[in-house]
């Protein structure tokens, strides 16, 4: 198998685990509150990030780090997962897994805005006509269709929903400066954000000991919606000669999200959601062709 092949193999592979995401999140939530999830899930995402990093004998790179190194990624950790995923697992326990999950993703169109100020990058005509289109398909999921006035959602539910994009954006331009190897940095971040939210657990809610149906689906959210996943997507990267290549399946892994709503959740779709999500698939699919576009004429 070529290089080619395998990285959209992988691709497809982590397109499939972050599309059960919503569906995990909202089954774990069922016994667990976003507090105790977000816990429970991060040691999970550690330990198993910890094995990838032996398997990988990347372990002596721990130790090469330097005490700014750390300081950086305790400042990430408390960033995401602790900060990122109380948002986003709060949201979700507010609204149905088919209002939240497009409102997360919508990630890539605020790191678009993010961009401007921070990267100062410009944006230009097309870059306002992604996000008007994105942002249009939220109105529409947010209103169930009706322009002029919410829908029966939660307005935090849809606040935490959207600022989980804004948060999960911040961190992406955070990490691009940070060029240490990615495994390493995911590691350090869900090993910190475990330490910091067993506290946080402590004084806001409490420490689950009984029972043991909750631990596969914090588990399963550990492993396939935090860490696991991450790796490889990042391994589809590494292999794909381009990166327009592989996302195209990150493009389709929203609507399989809706299939799997739908039947293990048994939530009914509304027309809305799916309307309102390829608009805003089509405005990052658009963003994304811009972002391309600028890469090849510097380059020129």
Same mark, same amino acid.
């Given at each position: 198998?070529d290089?080619?092949?395998?990285?959209?193999?992988?691709?497809?592979?982590?397109?499939?685990?972050?599309?059960?995401?919503?569906?995990?999140?909202?089954?774990?939530?069922?016994?667990?509150?976003?507090?105790?999830?977000?816990?429970?899930?991060?040691?999970v995402?550690?330990?198993?990030?910890?094995?990838?990093?032996?398997?990988?004998?990347?372990?002596?790179?721990?130790?090469?780090?330097?005490?700014?190194?750390?300081?950086?990624?305790?400042?990430?950790?408390?960033?995401?997962?602790?900060?990122?995923?109380?948002v986003?697992?709060?949201?979700?326990?507010?609204?149905?897994?088919?209002?939240?999950?497009?409102?997360?993703?919508? &990630?890539?169109?605020v790191?678009?805005?993010?961009?401007?100020?921070?990267l100062?990058?410009?944006?230009?005509?097309l870059?306002?006509?992604?996000?008007?289109?994105?942002?249009?398909?939220?109105?529409?999921?947010?209103?169930?269709?009706?322009?002029?006035?919410?829908?029966?959602?939660?307005?935090?539910?849809?606040?935490?929903?959207?600022?989980?994009?804004?948060?999960?954006a911040?961190? &992406?331009?955070?990490?691009?400066?940070?060029?240490?190897?990615?495994?390493?940095?995911?590691?350090?971040n869900?090993?910190?954000?475990?330490?910091?939210?067993?506290?946080?657990?402590?004084?806001?809610?409490?420490?689950?000991?009984?029972?043991?149906? &909750?631990?596969?689906?914090?588990?399963?959210?550990?492993?396939?919606?935090?860490?696991?996943?991450?790796?490889? &997507?990042?391994?589809?990267?590494?292999?794909s000669?381009?990166?327009?290549?592989?996302?195209?399946f990150?493009?389709?892994?929203?609507?399989?999200?809706?299939?799997l709503?739908?039947?293990?959740?048994?939530?009914?779709?509304?027309?809305?959601?799916v309307?309102?999500?390829?608009?805003?698939?089509?405005?990052?699919?658009?963003?994304?062709?811009?972002?391309?576009?600028?890469?090849?004429?510097?380059?020129?």
């Amino acid at each position: 198998m070529d290089r080619q092949r395998k990285a959209c193999l992988f691709a497809g592979l982590a397109a499939l685990l972050w599309a059960t995401a919503p569906t995990a999140f909202k089954i774990a939530l069922r016994r667990l509150d976003p507090l105790q999830l977000q816990l429970y899930a991060s040691v999970v995402s550690a330990v198993a990030l910890f094995g990838v990093l032996a398997a990988q004998k990347k372990l002596p790179l721990l130790a090469s780090y330097s005490r700014s190194d750390y300081l950086r990624s305790l400042l990430m950790g408390l960033l995401n997962p602790l900060v990122y995923y109380a948002v986003l697992l709060k949201a979700y326990s507010l609204l149905p897994a088919q209002v939240a999950q497009p409102l997360n993703m919508t &990630w890539p169109i605020v790191l678009a805005l993010l961009s401007i100020p921070l990267l100062r990058q410009k944006i230009g005509p097309l870059g306002f006509a992604a996000t008007f289109i994105a942002f249009f398909g939220v109105v529409i999921i947010s209103t169930g269709g009706r322009m002029l006035s919410l829908q029966d959602l939660s307005p935090l539910g849809v606040s935490l929903g959207l600022s989980s994009a804004v948060l999960w954006a911040i961190f &992406w331009i955070l990490n691009l400066r940070d060029t240490r190897d990615e495994v390493a940095k995911l590691f350090l971040n869900f090993a910190f954000g475990a330490i910091f939210a067993l506290p946080v657990v402590l004084v806001f809610s409490d420490i689950r000991v009984d029972g043991i149906l &909750w631990l596969p689906a914090a588990g399963y959210v550990g492993l396939f919606e935090m860490g696991f996943t991450f790796v490889v &997507w990042l391994s589809a990267l590494k292999l794909s000669r381009t990166t327009a290549q592989v996302s195209i399946f990150i493009y389709a892994s929203p609507f399989l999200s809706l299939v799997l709503i739908h039947f293990v959740l048994k939530e009914d779709i509304h027309p809305a959601t799916v309307i309102g999500l390829i608009f805003i698939v089509s405005g990052i699919v658009l963003q994304q062709y811009i972002t391309a576009r600028l890469e090849r004429n510097r380059r020129v």
